[in-house]
């Protein structure tokens, strides 16, 4: 058994973008600036927030922080969006999601300007994407796609069982995983709430994606042997013995499912930091066609 090695894997990410940053600005050009825009204070969006703030730092970008109290209106939210879509200096930004249930999110990502919308949410992104054009694809599944492609694994062909039909991460994720391309060219399952014998299908995936948001739900006997398992849950399990208070569950019961796999990603430390990296990633695509449109 193989560990997918998320941390590895997206430090060495980050190290070849600090070194694509430090040429744009040799160059003379700024470097890149991602913002986020977080509303309220649900502890979980902090941690990513800050966690994503922290990359920036690290890899050279600049960052800012927007940050809004959660009675905040739609209408106001909409503005601080717009704000940011005519800022020339943020060359891209995201909304942390949840928003408060008085804000519909669809209207809120749809008012991302999409050449900004680095987080790949927005319709004209994903409607891109899935007709295989130039687009930035959501965060977590572009981080997925990375780790399979760094650590070759064989997709073409296998039977993906995709676990979750989220418009984040289990919709684009069976998109990328069926598309004409490496990895990719799988025979892909969507499994959902509404999934007749989830047991059968999973005994027949080569590849498991788990995006359910339930901890320590797929389990030993549910996986045949070899199988590349990629555990995108994480739910905040309250342990008094941890100085936070809490430990981070996927949703694959590691000890049971892991002997039995060739691949499998752990939480944390796999799909994690490959999203945070993914993000940096699309910055960094933003920046360059800005580059490249003020050298014209
Ligand atoms: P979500 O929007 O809540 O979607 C969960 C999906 O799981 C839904 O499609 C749901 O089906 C399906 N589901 C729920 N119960 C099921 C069951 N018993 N059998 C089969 N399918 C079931 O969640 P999400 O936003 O995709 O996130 C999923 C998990 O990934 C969460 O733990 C989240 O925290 C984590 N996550 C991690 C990262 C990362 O960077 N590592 C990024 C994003 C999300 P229906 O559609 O029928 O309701």
Redesign the pocket.
């Known amino acids: 058994m193989i560990i997918l090695d998320g941390k590895k894997t997206s430090q060495d990410l980050r190290n070849e973008i600090a070194e694509e940053v430090s040429k744009i600005t040799t160059k003379g050009y700024r470097p890149p600036h991602l913002a986020a825009i977080l509303v309220g204070n649900n502890g979980a969006s902090i941690t990513y927030v800050n966690a994503k703030i922290k990359a920036c730092e690290e890899v050279g970008f600049k960052s800012t922080l927007v940050r809004l109290s959660d009675t905040v209106s739609q209408d106001e939210l909409l503005e601080e969006v717009e704000k940011l879509n005519q800022d020339e200096s943020v060359d891209g930004f995201i909304v942390q999601l949840p928003l408060p249930v008085h804000i519909r999110e669809q209207k809120v990502i749809t008012a991302i300007d999409p050449r900004k919308d680095v987080d790949g949410f927005h319709p004209q992104n994903l409607g891109r994407m899935a007709l295989g054009m130039t687009a930035f694809a959501p965060a ?1 599944p572009s981080g997925i796609i990375e780790l399979l492609d760094r650590y070759n694994i064989e997709t073409g062909g296998k039977h993906c069982v995709v ?4 418009h ?3 919709m684009p994720m069976s998109l990328l995983m069926s598309r004409n391309a490496y990895p990719g060219n799988a025979t892909v399952t969507v ?5 007749r014998n ?1 047991d059968s299908i999973l005994r027949s995936a080569d590849i498991i994606i788990a ?4 901890p320590n ?1 797929v389990t030993g006997d549910m996986v045949k042997d070899g199988v590349v398992i990629v555990d ?4 905040r399990i309250v342990d008094t013995e941890k100085k936070s208070g809490y430990r981070l569950v996927g ?1 694959v019961d590691f000890d049971s499912v892991a002997p039995k796999a060739a691949f499998i990603t752990p939480v944390p430390g796999g ?2 930091p490959m ?1 945070i990296v993914s993000l940096l990633k699309n910055t960094l695509i933003a920046a360059r066609l800005r580059v490249r449109k003020t050298s014209k």
Do not use: N
Not at 191 to 195: G, K, N, V
């Open positions: 977590t676990l979750g039909r989220s984040i991460v289990g499994c959902h709430s509404h999934t989830l995006a359910v948001g339930r739900f995108v849950g994480i739910t949703d799909v994690g999203t």
